[in-house]
């Protein structure tokens, strides 16, 4: 089962900050984050893995409910950079697939 | 260090025909992933590689598709009879172990395009 994202889409000004959503109805392991610009393959964000542990780069803010299923992306203080679709993946099991959602797609502005 | 590479970057074909599409992983990545992505739209997994076994082969979409991989690194992805909706890019990742925990390096895809 699909992850579902929410947005779909947002516009930022720069120095806004957003929030991405996924949610999955299945229990999960760990969701990790990818964002992927225009004609480039997926970049690494984040893992969140149940138990709390989290990798990941420093910039880069996330939360996990495991019993919602749900995590969250927080981009603070966005800069033109971080415009791309950002994709949530769920994996149920150490040796899972990943599936990914469907992506939010973001563009920052001047 | 050199990251996953795919090849080729680009492919015409006309329908009917086999397409080989090929995979490098980052050296001592034991799992690997196949992927295909539409035009504008999510990724989506076609198969999982551990080592030289495929524990997760789910997302073949029909038996026109089959992959391999030998010595636990290069993995080929064969489609067969090719047809328009199979046009897309193909995305391979590899990982360090099982993806639960592990982050994923994908390399920089094989657009196919069937004619």
């Known amino acids: 089962q699909q992850p579902v994202q929410s947005p779909q889409a947002v516009i930022l000004r720069e120095g806004e900050d957003a929030v991405i959503n996924c949610s999955s109805s299945k229990a999960l392991y760990s969701v990790h984050w990818y964002r992927q610009k225009h004609g480039e393959a997926p970049v690494f964000l984040m893992i969140?893995?149940?138990?709390?542990e989290q990798k990941g780069h420093e910039k880069i803010s996330a939360s996990f409910n495991e019993k919602k299923q749900q995590s969250s992306l927080y981009l603070t203080a966005s800069q033109l950079s971080y415009s791309g679709t950002y994709f949530c993946?769920?994996?149920?099991?150490?040796?899972?697939?990943?599936?990914f959602g469907t992506g939010t797609r973001l563009q920052v502005t001047l | 260090g050199a990251g996953v590479s795919q090849s080729p970057s680009n492919k015409v074909t006309e329908k009917g025909k086999d397409v080989e599409l090929r995979c490098d992983p980052i050296?001592?990545?034991?799992?690997l992933y196949w992927y295909r992505q539409s035009l504008g739209q999510g990724l989506e997994f076609l198969i999982y590689?551990?080592?030289?076994?495929?524990?997760?082969k789910s997302g073949l979409p029909s038996d026109r598709f089959s992959a391999e991989r030998t010595g636990g690194s290069v993995s080929t992805l064969t489609i067969q009879r090719t047809q328009q909706e199979d046009s897309a890019v193909y995305l391979c990742?590899?990982?360090?172990?099982?993806?639960?925990?592990?982050?994923?390096?994908f390399g920089p895809g094989t657009r196919l395009t069937v004619l």
């Open positions: 590689f551990q080592g030289n076994s495929a524990p997760d």
């Open positions: 050296s001592g990545h034991t799992a």
């Open positions: 969140l893995l149940k138990g709390g």
């Open positions: 990742a590899s990982s360090l172990g099982g993806t639960g925990g592990n982050e994923q390096f």
């Open positions: 993946g769920t994996a149920g099991g150490t040796a899972s697939k990943l599936t």
